[in-house]
């Protein structure tokens, strides 16, 4: 594998899924090539075999506009892009449930309350993690900041049959990292994943060795990041290569069984 | 294979290092083998976190033995009252220690760039060609990297760390000036490398790890896997850092 990387080869001989993708252009971060087409043509310039992503519009703006786009990309590339729904506190005629109506590729549940202006804690978001929680679907969370990590974290000790995955590891601080850390330890179904903001070389391995490989799983942050500089940080990182492919997808595959 | 030079490598024991982060001058030579850096550019974290002048011995004793892989950089400072070196002394010491680049930090060090406070040290560090590394945040905004390199069109800037919420902001500053240049390392969203090569070229770019805080092993892959042609990974690799150390005449 790490040869491969050396050489900027595709890395195809294994079974990667980004869980923590974008898509569409983002209102303060310039982006090109964010549809789904440019999408695909990095994730086999990778050797990505499918991403779960949420569309920056529906983060950022109307929901009913952003949620259709993320839902009509997996529906028009199966087996390639996967869609989590993002709910939106504000609207109460606004139903993530319907999203969910068998469209196949729609797999789960994004939350971003910071960049929805709000707390992950507001109530408005309650119907969409009990149905995440009904559902055995993954909830993806975006946490840079120590409350975001606590607040996440609460509502994974809440609704522990959802696969709740804290965005970004708590890259951003210690105390979140501690916070992230001591969750994948006292729970079952937390997870962090590498997306990790501001990394460097020998975060993969010191997260890994925090909360144990099964705990991990790969994720870009595409297209904030290219694809290539989270697959290159785990595929030349010091990890043992069966633990990079667990991280690369095999952990994903399983927590993902029945949707993937 | 393509030969990288890492042109932003902080070396040094820092105030907090990052869990898992190298340390050690062996455990930078470890990452740079591992994915394939052979030389990197190095300031030391003592002349960023106190004293410009602590710094420069710290980084003679750090890089001894490795000189061959570790070139070293100096983080320099204006020569207000007196308090660092003046100009002539600046470029007589780098003559003698064959140091080649220079990087200030005039946000965290809490002083200006503009030429009334800096101009005769950056006049004379530009007169010898020597390349001028600077944070782009450390400039505290786009407009003020602008008006660096509009203020002293004869020296070279290289902007390193620039994010990846920084496009907007430096795409029109690399149109307007021509003594720019950026450095690869954090320039992280998706497709930017082949769209800077496009939009501005390769000859402008620069490879940099920005370790301790960022991945060698990312920032190689960047470049690896760019959808550019093999000359201009290699220009971004090495090449231009090579081209403008040989420009230096001290």
Known sequence: MMQRALEGLPLDDIFIFDIHGHIEQSRVIHTAEYDAKGIIAKLDRMGVNAIAL?????????????????VQAAKENPGRIYAYVVPNPYYEDFDVTKYFDGTPGVIGIKMHACEQMTALNNPAYIPALEFANKNKLPILFHTWEPFEVEQAVAIGKTYKDAPVIIGHSGFTSFASKQIAIEACKSTENIFVDTAISSTYDGAIEWIVGQVGVDRVLFGT?????????NVGKLALS??????????????????????? | MIKFIDANCMI??????REGSPVTTGDFLEIMDRVG????????????????????????????????????????????????????????????HNVKTVRFFPFSKQYSMAPYSAGSMIDALSECNVPIFVNYAEM?????IYDLCKNYPKAKFVICDPGYRTVRFLAPIFESCDN???????????NAVARFCQYVGAERMLFGSGMPNASAAAATSLIRYADISDEEKQLIASGNIVRLLEEVAL
């Open chain 1, 54 to 70: 949420s569309s920056n519009p529906a983060l950022q703006s109307d929901p009913w506009l952003g949620n259709d786009l993320t």
């Open chain 1, 221 to 229: 942050d595409l297209p904030f990041y290219d694809c290539s500089h």
């Open chain 1, 238 to 260: 010091k990890l043992s290569d069966s633990d990079k492919i667990k991280i690369f997808g095999e952990n994903a595959k399983k927590l993902l069984k029945d949707i993937i």
């Open chain 2, 12 to 17: 040094g024991n820092r105030m907090a290092p």
């Open chain 2, 37 to 96: 850096i052979e030389q990197a550019i190095c300031y030391h974290s003592v002349g960023v976190e106190n004293s410009c002048l602590l710094g420069i011995p710290e980084l003679e004793k750090t890089v001894k033995g490795y000189e061959d892989r570790l070139m070293k950089q100096w983080v320099v400072q204006p020569n207000i009252w007196d308090e660092f070196m003046t100009p002539h002394m600046l470029l007589a010491e780098m003559k003698k």
């Open chain 2, 140 to 144: 505290q905004g786009a407009a003020n």
């Open chain 2, 180 to 190: 720019i240049y950026l450095d690869s390392s954090n320039f992280i969203i998706h």
